[in-house]
């Protein structure tokens, strides 16, 4: 599977952004998509993810700003990121999950800072 993201860039603390990943390939397979993290010096973190039957996992640092959702017809998944903070900057990448797939998609920068 080859995962594509978009949607990063740099936004004003409070702001929002929208992250994309379109998968393409054997999608099929794919049984749940998450969004990981990681910051300069820190290790890669989970952010969120989501299962075919739409069942979705937040880390706490997120709830109630960020929302996975996905379009099964589209093969795409997105992040809706609110009130962004500045410990929010970080490289974003999407990854999928499945039978016989455990693949990375290529990381979209996000910068939050005034």
Known sequence: VQLQASGGGLVQPGGSLRLSCAASGSVSRIRVYAWYRQAPGKQRESVASITNGGYTIYADSVK???????????????????????????????????????????????????
Request: with cysteine; glycine share 8%; charged share 20%.
């Open 64 to 114: 109630g700003r960020f929302t996975i959702s996905r379009d099964n017809v589209k093969n795409v998944v997105y992040l809706q990121m609110n009130s962004l903070k500045p410990e929010d900057t970080a490289t974003y990448y999407c990854y999928a999950a499945g039978d016989n797939v455990n693949d990375w998609g290529r990381g979209t920068q996000v910068t939050v800072s005034s």
